[in-house]
């Protein structure tokens, strides 16, 4: 565990307890992460969330894009766009930013 900017997160980055997730600490996990948070980060973050609380699991990454684009649109749920707004993963960033467990599938 470590404590970042006042944050308990796991030697990854994420976040030790999701429930201490709102939108100044998405913020904060953003910045960490050299990333500027735009309308379209929050879509993708939130979708994850919903998704996670409805599920109770993680999807991996292709069932998490087809889900996007199911929800979202095809213009959204593609690897490009995808990556465009986490360009190091799209998956593993969306939910440590959405204060999320690491998923399964991830490195």
């Known amino acids: 565990m470590v404590e970042k900017a006042g944050l308990e997160t796991t030697d990854q980055g994420f976040l030790v307890k999701s429930a201490d ?3 100044a600490v998405a913020q904060q996990l953003a910045q960490l992460n050299h990333i500027t948070l ?3 980060h929050w879509e993708i973050m939130l ?3 919903h998704y996670y609380q409805q599920f109770k699991h993680l999807p991996n990454a292709r069932v998490f894009t087809k889900a996007i684009a199911k929800t979202l649109g ?3 749920g ?3 766009y995808l990556h465009k707004l986490f360009p ?3 998956l593993k960033y969306a939910c440590k930013l959405a204060g999320l467990p690491k998923p399964p599938t991830c490195l």
């Open 78 to 80: 593609n690897s490009r």
């Open 88 to 90: 190091d993963g799209p």
């Open 74 to 76: 095809e213009d959204k």
């Open 38 to 40: 735009t309308d379209a």
């Open 21 to 23: 997730w709102n939108e």
């Open 47 to 49: 979708f994850i969330r």
